[in-house]
């Protein structure tokens, strides 16, 4: 038994619905990996749950699997705010987050992340940042001045399969701007940080 099957048997069960679209993912989409998934998906309604937060904004939603488990642990009068460019996934994403029992918590928005926020008038407790790795820097640019003081923002895949390793950096750009990123992060006096090395690296950090 290897050590992922032995968490997933001693951790709490995954939903019906969240199953129910991993399942689908895997079987109709070309990335499913994108999925946040099971384990992932435990920690951020955990992190949601420890926060309570009013106010979350995701960057990108890909198939809602994400905005569903962080929707869980929101206040009584919390929303998810969840925006994604690729409308090509939208009707999948909108299929499941209207079965989820949040639903009603969860505003689905397609669009550029990085032009929309900045017109939010919005102070969010909690922001998951997992869109296009190249603009990782610009999406935390984009949302620091919009998290409160002690507020987290989370940042998924930032160790990369390992590929953040590279030296000299692959040609791969997405690879290039989660090592951007990391750096960047590392020296950013802005926010307390430390990387978890769960599945595909999540940076943690708290608004100082």
Known sequence: MDIEQYILEHSEQEAMLLSRLERDANVHLLHPRMVSGHIQGRLLSSL??????RRILEIGTYVGYSAMCLAEGLAEDGEVITIDIDDEIEDMARRYIGESPYASKINFIIGDAVKLIPDMNEVFDLVFIDGNKRDYIEYFETVLPKVRKNGFI????TLWAGKVLEKPASNDYQTKGLQAFNDYIAKCDA???FILPLRDGLTIMRVK
Request: no cysteine.
């Open 48 to 53: 949601s749950w420890m926060i309570r937060p």
């Open 154 to 157: 989370l940042a998924d895949n």
């Open 191 to 193: 926010v307390e940080k």
